[in-house]
C-alpha cells in the first residue's frame, strides 16, 4: 500500500517561478526521499532527508521535513521548462520504501 | 553494469498468457524491490527481497504473481495466465540495506501490455 500523499496532484506554473510540492506520510520513517519521472522515462533520485534533518538543499532544490507532522516539501526554485515531469515522495522505513501517488508538475515556458 | 537492468523493455502479450520480467540489480545491492507503476498513478510496491532472508510479498496482488531471486542477484517476475489490468511498467529498484540505506536506484522498466 502506498505511504506517502503529494499534494497538489497537479500544478502548472510558469518557467521562472518556484514550484512548491507537499508529501504526508503515516508512520515513523528512517529518511525520505524525492524522486523525478519525466514521461514514460524511469525514476531518478533527487534528494534524501534523514529523520534528523530538518532542511536540505541541493542546486535548485530545497526540502523541508517536519516528522512531527510527518510531513516534507519539496521546494523548486527559478523552474524550467525542463522541469515539467512527476514528482514523487517515498519514505524509508525499516525495511522498505513506499511511494506516494505523485505531484504532476508543468512548467510553461 | 553500472545500474540497475531490466528486459525486456517492452512486453505485449496476449491475455491468459504468462510472463517474465528481469532485473539485473547493482552489484553489492542486497535488497531487491518491485514496483509496479500503471498509466498516470504512482508506484505499488509489490515485492522486496533482503538478502537471505523470506521475501515482503505483502504487495503482490494475487496469486498468479510471484517473483525469485536467485543466487541474491538477477530476479525474476512472473505473471501467470496474464489479464489486461496487468497492463503496466514493472520498475525494479536496488540498494544497499540496512538503517543508512538511502537511495534506490531504479531500472528502466519494462512496460507490459496485455491485448
Known amino acids: 500500500s502506498q505511504q506517502g500523499e503529494e499534494d497538489p496532484q497537479a500544478l502548472s506554473i510558469q518557467e521562472g517561478e518556484n514550484a512548491t510540492m507537499n508529501c504526508s506520510y503515516k508512520?515513523?520513517?528512517?529518511?525520505l526521499q524525492w524522486y523525478r519521472q519525466n514521461s514514460g522515462r524511469g525514476l531518478v533520485h533527487l534528494i534524501l532527508?534523514?529523520?534528523?534533518?530538518r532542511e536540505k538543499h541541493s542546486g535548485r532544490l530545497r526540502v523541508t521535513l517536519d516528522t512531527s507532522k510527518k510531513s516534507s516539501s519539496l521546494l523548486i526554485t527559478a523552474s524550467r521548462a525542463a522541469d515539467t515531469a512527476s514528482y514523487f515522495c517515498?519514505?524509508?522505513?525499516?525495511?522498505?520504501?513506499?511511494f506516494g501517488a505523485g505531484t504532476r508538475l508543468t512548467v510553461k515556458p | 553494469g553500472a545500474g540497475v537492468s531490466q528486459s525486456p523493455s517492452n512486453k505485449v502479450t496476449e491475455k491468459g498468457k504468462d510472463v517474465e520480467l528481469r532485473c539485473d540489480p547493482i552489484?553489492?545491492?542486497?535488497?531487491l524491490y518491485w514496483y509496479r507503476q500503471s498509466l498516470g498513478q504512482g508506484l505499488e510496491f509489490l515485492i522486496y527481497?533482503?538478502?537471505?532472508?523470506?521475501?515482503?510479498k505483502s504487495g503482490l496482488p494475487s496469486d498468479r504473481f510471484s517473483a525469485e531471486r536467485t543466487g541474491g542477484s538477477v530476479s525474476t517476475l512472473t505473471i501467470q495466465r496474464t489479464q489486461q489490468e496487468d497492463s503496466a511498467v514493472y520498475l525494479c529498484?536496488?540498494?544497499?540495506?540496512?538503517?543508512?540505506?538511502?537511495?534506490?536506484?531504479f531500472g528502466p522498466g519494462t512496460r507490459l501490455t496485455v491485448l
Open positions: 532527508i534523514r529523520s534528523n534533518e
Open positions: 529498484a536496488s540498494r544497499v540495506q540496512g538503517l543508512a540505506a538511502g537511495t534506490q536506484y
Open positions: 552489484s553489492g545491492h542486497t535488497a
Open positions: 508512520t515513523s520513517i528512517n529518511n
Open positions: 527481497f533482503q538478502g537471505n532472508s523470506a521475501p515482503d
Open positions: 517515498a519514505t524509508d522505513g525499516s525495511n522498505d520504501m513506499r
